[in-house]
């Protein structure tokens, strides 16, 4: 007992120091950078923080294992059971000293074909162990790893290489967030380290089908973006024995307050919908062997954040009494295998050791990897070389990939609640999970007041409304403060011009109190433009957007005002236009007591691309379009009023037609602005 409460010890100290190289200690409020690194910082900090015993880490391995699969996108795949055939083709062989290269594709899915070169050594007389090596982001893929192949090869393994969408044979849009605005990927739930995954299971099912294969002993390694998919298949995919995850993965913290995510693809992190880090997913490898390699000068990797995961990932090993199979390989030299491709060494003793049972002296695999074999030309690896086939999705998989929710056809209000309780139960676990388990107290003050604006005065309150953010809002007060009066929160959108809102409401005081609200990112809090494309993307690897924090903001708004004096808390209504309606009526849903919501010029839907460089409109929420879009959620706010200003999006018939159909077409208002609005 003495000795797991020592071994606890080191372990926490292990994975606590690295912590005070980020400097935490003062609060730096409305600061979007100190945010997202704090935020990072307790999400690596609480990564397998809980398990203190194997039987902890067994309780909540398969809630684990669900949770990587999801947010890699992986949920409408058939990871169990009978999947699609293979259809493997072969389109040519190439010979070369001791093996022979076989170019074939085979089929991932329907139309989803993945070119590869497969490696198999020669005087094969019965099944040996394998390899499947994944592809970094670099161009030629199979021309640029050729030589790892061809070592393996003149091991004795059978190597498979595999092609990633991005930088293939066909060129598929694999970077969506980093070079092309699509954001909107975010809403979908997909990440296109989900397709690269979903292509290596299949590759396993490859290599474990050919009768020259050993299927119980089959490897994973690859570099940089193939280091990361060495993290995820072993992770997902128990049949891979043994792994060597090279320059794939830092831990979150260092990544977020380093800024190396700005260098990295979408596809380095998974969607983050359940706070994990790394260690999280190297947990799941455990207790196989697992190699995890780094250079000491990597541009994208600190050497100190990749010791925090092993660090990490140690205690599990050390559960299963295994600490020998997990391995901190240290390399010289920038990103790669090392100054002198020493980390490849260490890769091929590796496998060696752990697929073959071979031990070999340092001595030894140093003069085999110094051998020199003829590289070919991307010409000769060529897997298509009679053309693409005609029916390759390859360049449109994230359009399918995932499956989205469709409008629903309902027809009583018995369907209606089932759909709302579905949609709201969904969005509470997988959009709006890193909602703050435990409120911040709101912390209201009363921070000027004046005579000049409104009938009755307007005063300006500042409240807490997560750890980090003290926002304002303004209430001009045109109704009597000696009894409970409606009132309407406007929301303001970034970047808007002075008195776009004022314009946008003006006539609605006449019933109403107003308030006008600035969520985080927006007037005193705003940030600048330049620097959205990193916050969105920061944003999504801690397990948020910003429109989702802007929505936790306008919920705890609307909590100030239902304590405030001379507000009745039961005839609160909210207005927002452009960008901010989309926070509106997500908010309006959470709340489920927005008397009334005023809309003007929503977006259509939140599957739309953004501008490449990360400005405009930050619409995106995680996974919501699996379960709905905006249209809908406007048609989940029934029975309540719904006040479109002026005409709406053709989308959002299918909301006013649900109305009608449940008999409350009166509360669909159509207005041309909002002083004609009568509440």
């Not at 880490?57 to 055939?85: A, F, H, S, T």
């Not at 509470?428 to 703050?436: D, E, I, L, N, Y």
């Not at 989940?636 to 006013?656: C, G, H, M, R, T």
């Amino acid at each position: 007992m003495q000795a797991k409460i020592i071994i606890g010890l080191i372990f926490w100290l292990m994975t606590t120091l690295c912590f005070a190289q980020i400097p935490f200690g003062n609060s730096q409020p409305n600061n979007i950078r100190y945010y997202l690194n704090r935020t990072a910082c307790e999400i690596t900090q609480n990564s397998l923080s809980g398990v203190n015993s194997l039987g902890d880490w067994e309780g909540i391995k398969k809630q684990r294992y669900r949770e990587l699969v999801e947010m890699l996108g992986l949920y409408d795949n058939p990871l169990e059971g009978e999947r699609p055939p293979l259809n493997i083709k072969k389109t040519g062989t190439v010979r070369q000293k001791g093996y022979r290269i076989e170019k074939i594709y085979y089929e991932s899915l329907p139309s989803l074909y993945v070119p590869a070169n497969l490696y198999i050594p020669d005087g094969i007389k019965k099944p040996v162990p394998a390899i499947l090596y994944v592809c970094g982001h670099a161009p030629t893929q199979k021309e640029r790893y050729q030589e790892h192949a061809q070592k393996f090869a003149k091991l004795g393994f059978v190597c498979l290489v595999i092609e990633t969408i991005q930088f293939g044979e066909v060129r598929g849009m694999h970077r969506g967030q980093e070079s092309y605005g699509q954001f909107h990927w975010y809403s979908r739930g997909y990440n296109a380290a989900g397709v690269e995954t979903w292509n290596g299971i299949r590759g396993i099912d490859l290599l474990s089908q050919l009768p020259e294969v050993d299927p119980e002993k089959i490897g994973v390694t690859g570099i940089s973006g193939g280091g990361s998919q060495s993290w995820y298949l072993p992770a997902i995919d128990q049949r891979i024995k043994a792994a060597a995850a090279v320059a794939g993965a830092g831990s979150l913290e260092g990544q977020i307050y380093h800024r190396t995510i700005d260098e990295h693809c979408d596809c380095m992190m998974p969607n983050n919908t359940y706070l994990q880090d790394f260690a999280d997913f190297g947990a799941l490898i455990a207790p196989r062997p697992f190699m995890i390699a780094q250079t000491n000068r990597d541009g994208y990797y600190s050497f100190e954040s990749v010791q925090t995961l092993y660090n990490k990932i140690k205690k599990i090993y050390t559960f299963y009494e295994e600490e020998e199979n997990l391995i901190l390989a240290e390399g010289s030299g920038k990103h790669g295998y090392g100054e002198t491709f020493e980390l490849r060494k260490d890769i091929l003793a590796f496998f060696l050791k752990e697929l073959m049972d071979k031990d070999i002296s340092e001595k030894e695999i140093e003069a085999f990897d110094q051998e020199i074999l003829p590289r070919l030309s991307v010409e000769e690896l060529r897997v298509y070389v009679d053309g693409i086939p005609e029916d390759d999705r390859t360049s449109t998989i994230q359009d399918s990939f995932v499956k989205l929710a469709s409008p629903p056809e309902i027809s009583n209000k018995k369907e209606f609640e089932n759909y709302r309780t579905t949609v709201i139960d969904f969005l509470k676990k997988q959009t709006f999970h890193a909602f703050p388990k435990k409120e911040t107290p709101l912390d209201v003050h009363l921070e000027f007041q004046d005579k000049n604006f409104g009938k009755y005065g307007r005063e300006v309150y500042r409240f807490t409304s997560e750890k980090d953010w003290k926002l304002e809002l303004s209430l001009k007060r045109t109704l009597p403060k000696d009894s409970l009066q409606p009132v309407l929160l406007v929301l303001r959108n970034p970047e808007e011009k002075r008195y776009a809102s004022e314009g946008f409401v003006s006539g609605a005081g006449k019933n109403m109190n107003i308030v006008f609200f600035e969520a985080r990112g927006i007037g005193n809090t705003g940030w600048s433009q330049q620097l959205q494309w990193h916050i969105r993307r920061a944003s999504n690897w801690t397990g948020r957007t910003i429109a989702s924090m802007r929505v936790y903001d306008v919920l705890r708004c609307v909590q100030v005002l239902r304590n405030t004096s001379g507000i009745d808390p039961e005839n609160i209504s909210i207005a927002a236009q452009g960008e901010m309606a989309t926070v509106a009526l997500y908010a309006a849903l959470l709340d489920g007591n927005i008397k009334n919501l005023v809309i003007k010029n929503p977006p259509a839907t939140q599957n739309i691309a953004s501008s490449p460089d990360g400005t405009g409109d930050a619409i995106e929420m995680l996974n919501c379009l699996r379960i709905t879009d905006l249209p809908q959620v406007a048609g989940l706010l029934f029975p309540n009023n719904f006040i479109a200003v002026k005409d709406l999006p053709p989308s959002y018939q299918w909301a006013e037609k649900l109305y009608t159909n449940l008999g409350t077409s009166n509360h669909w208002i159509k207005v041309e602005k909002v002083s004609e609005w009568k509440p």
